[in-house]
């Protein structure tokens, strides 16, 4: 296996939180930002913290006045160009996941822009029924002021987005020996279908790209199976 596909597939257990605090370390450089969480498996601390280098990172960002969100997704493209991002399914953009260059399809950051009322209750209550563990890493006033920055890569696109986000932590199951081949092989038969309907792209995104890599991972692991035989 060629050794850069094989570095993707096989990344260090610290790169996602190192994307992660790459991340919080832009947003923090945002005024309009006034506290940022940590949340899901990487906001275990020290010897409770069980995530693997396949594991989702997961913000949550409280910002102040009407244009904050738009200030930090500034901030986060600035840091961190980005070559896709898409919405959630009950969030507007600019929050969503954000796939950056340079690092693997599986490290998306889920990042949701929020006001500090509905921070303090998803810290407290969870997000959509599910308790969270979180990790407040930023924590102070922050500062609003007028004017909307025009975003590259910002999309308000869900289809492709979501074939991807499925396809992703499909490969990861299988990886983790949890997911079987064929669910990875139904998510990536999903991805071309969302990619081929794909009619709008954002300055600046490259799709292009995020579905090549995974193609190339796909037919890596494909090739794996043919030489030493099924899941083996």
């Not at 990042?111 to 990790?135: M, Q, T």
Request: aromatic share 8%; glycine share 10%; with cysteine.
């Amino acid at each position: 296996m060629d050794h850069d596909v094989e570095a993707l597939l096989y990344p260090y257990v610290t790169t996602p939180r190192r994307v992660a605090l790459d991340a919080v370390a832009a947003l923090e450089g945002c005024p309009a930002v006034a506290r940022v969480a940590i949340y899901g498996s990487l906001a275990l601390l020290g010897a409770e913290r069980q995530n693997d280098g396949y594991a989702d990172v997961d913000l949550l960002a409280h910002v102040e006045g009407d244009d904050g969100a738009w200030q930090a997704a500034a901030a986060l493209r600035r840091a961190m160009p980005l070559r896709w991002h898409g919405r959630f399914s009950d969030r507007e953009a600019p929050s969503g996941r954000h796939w950056p260059l340079g690092e693997a399809p599986f490290h998306c950051i889920d990042l949701g822009f929020v006001s500090g009322e509905e921070f303090d209750a998803i810290v407290r209550d969870g997000l959509r029924g599910h308790p969270l563990k979180a990790e407040v890493v930023i924590d102070r006033a922050g500062v609003a002021s007028a004017g909307r920055p025009e975003l590259a890569v910002c999309s308000d696109d869900y289809e492709f987005t979501h074939a991807l986000y499925m396809a992703t932590k499909a490969m990861k199951g299988y990886l983790r020996a949890s997911g079987a081949w064929d669910d990875l092989a139904a998510a990536m038969k999903d991805l071309e279908a969302a990619f081929r309907t794909l009619v709008r792209r954002p300055a600046g995104a490259e799709p292009e790209d995020v579905l090549n890599e995974m193609r190339t991972l796909y037919f890596a692991l494909m090739n794996e199976r043919l030489r030493y035989g099924g899941d083996g």
